[in-house]
């Protein structure tokens, strides 16, 4: 995986991330995560639309950045159409904790 994608809009910021991701992927991604709380966007948008996989220590990075996002008191869109992460997501549980939206777009706007 190449760094994420980080993309700033009015009250926020989108993160993109694509590809296969693991534990080596891990460190970069908590590093990423934790410059863009330093900037306190009030709305971070994860997309993960282009993600084909992304292992358990991936898993636990983005439920990290859930944790610090909402103990800031802003909020994470997580972008998860019809694909494989959706599933990942979906058996673990985790869907369930997440805001989903499924697009871009909508979850940028904040319109389903």
Do not use: K, N, Q, Y
Request: hydrophobic letters at 50%; proline letters at 5%; charged letters at 20%.
């Amino acid at each position: 995986m190449a760094d994420p994608r980080i993309e700033p809009f009015d009250s926020g910021a989108v993160v993109t991330l694509a590809g296969e991701l693991d534990a080596f992927d891990a460190p970069s991604l908590r590093e990423a995560f934790h410059s863009l709380m330093e900037a306190g966007p009030e709305v971070i948008v994860l997309d993960l639309s282009a993600v084909a996989f992304l292992d358990s220590t991936v898993l636990g990075t983005i439920v990290g950045l859930l944790r610090r996002v909402r103990e800031g008191g802003g909020e994470l869109r997580t972008v998860l159409p019809d694909t494989t992460a959706l599933r990942i997501f979906e058996i673990t549980g985790l869907v369930a904790a997440l805001d989903v939206w499924p697009s871009r777009e909508a979850a940028v706007a904040g319109t389903a």
